[in-house]
C-alpha cells in the first residue's frame, strides 16, 4: 500500500553559511492510511519544522515530500495550495481561526476555498464541528468560547471534508488533561477511519494514543518504535 505521507530523505537548512541551522537531517519517516504517529524530542529538535515541511507549508532543501503519490517538489505553487486544501488537515499550535468569522465559518472557509458550495460547505462544517462536540456552537464567534472549545473548532476545521492527512502541532497544549485526552481521541478516530496522522507532543500519555512516536534530536530521526505493540486497544477499553 502507498503510504499516505511519505518523506524521503528531507533535509531543510534554515539560513545559509556560518549562521545555518540544519533544522531536519536526511529524515525518512511512513505513515500508512490509519497509522497516528506521534512525533516527540526537546525544544529546538526540529518538529515544528517536520509538520511544516510535510504540510507543505515549508520546502525541503533536499530530499522528497510525497503526498498521496504526489511528490510536492516542482508542483507550482497553485497545485500545491489545491494539494494542501484536498488532501492536509493541520492543526496550528495558534490555531490561527479568524476572528471575525463564527465557528461553522472558520471551519468551512477550507471547503470554500477549494470551490466547495457555501451551503454545502457550511453542512460539511456542522457535522464536523458536531464530531467534536461543539454541535451547538455554529454561530459563536472565537472570543465567545472557552480555549478548549476555540481548540476543538481547530480540530473540526482540520478534519472537514474527506482530507487523508491529519498534521497536529501541540494540539492539547494549554488544554486541561481531560480536554486534551478528547482531542487525542478525536485524531484517532479519524486515523480508524482510514486517514493518517502526525501529532507533535511534550506529553508522553497523549503519545500513547499512537501507534508508533518517533523521537527527533537535532533534526534527526533517532528512534522510531515500529514494532511496538499497539497499545490503543489497552487505552481503548480502559477508557
Ligand atoms: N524560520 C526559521 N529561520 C531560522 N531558524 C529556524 C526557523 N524555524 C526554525 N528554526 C530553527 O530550527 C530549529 C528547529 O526548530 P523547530 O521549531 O522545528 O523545533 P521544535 O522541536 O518544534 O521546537 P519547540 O518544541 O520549541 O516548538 C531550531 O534551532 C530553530 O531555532
Known amino acids: 500500500m502507498t503510504p499516505v505521507l511519505e518523506l524521503r530523505g528531507v533535509s531543510r537548512v534554515h539560513g545559509s553559511g556560518p549562521t545555518a541551522v540544519h533544522a531536519l537531517r536526511e529524515v525518512d519517516l511512513a505513515v500508512e492510511a490509519g497509522e497516528l504517529v506521534a512525533v516527540m524530542g526537546p525544544s529546538g529538535s526540529g518538529k515544528s519544522t517536520l509538520l511544516n515541511v510535510a504540510g507543505g507549508l515549508d520546502a525541503a532543501t ?19 495550495a489545491a494539494l494542501r486544501r484536498r488532501a ?6 495558534d490555531l490561527n481561526l479568524l476572528p471575525a468569522l463564527t465557528a461553522a465559518e472558520n471551519v468551512a472557509l477550507p471547503r470554500e476555498l477549494d470551490g466547495i458550495r457555501s451551503r454545502t460547505a457550511l453542512a460539511e462544517a456542522a457535522a464536523a464541528l458536531a464530531e467534536v462536540d461543539l454541535a451547538g456552537y455554529a454561530n459563536s464567534f472565537p472570543d465567545q468560547m472557552s480555549g478548549g472549545q476555540r481548540q476543538r473548532v481547530a480540530i473540526a476545521r482540520a478534519l472537514i471534508g474527506p482530507r ?3 498534521l497536529a502541532d501541540e494540539p492539547t497544549g494549554a488544554l486541561d488533561s481531560v480536554t486534551g485526552e478528547a482531542i487525542l481521541k478525536l485524531l ?3 486515523c ?3 486517514a493518517a496522522g502526525i501529532v507533535v507532543t511534550h506529553d508522553a500519555r497523549m503519545a500513547g494514543w499512537a501507534d508508533r512516536i518517533v523521537t527527533l534530536r537535532d533534526g534527526a530521526l533517532v528512534s522510531d518504535g515500529t514494532g511496538v505493540p499497539r497499545s490503543r486497544s489497552t487505552l481503548r477499553t480502559s477508557s
Open 62 to 80: 533536499s530530499g522528497d515530500v510525497v503526498v498521496e503519490g504526489t511528490t510536492m517538489r516542482g508542483q507550482p505553487a497553485a497545485a500545491l
Open 88 to 93: 492536509i488537515g493541520y492543526v496550528f499550535q
Open 164 to 166: 487523508r492527512l491529519v
Open 188 to 190: 484517532r478516530a479519524r
Open 192 to 194: 480508524d477511519a482510514g
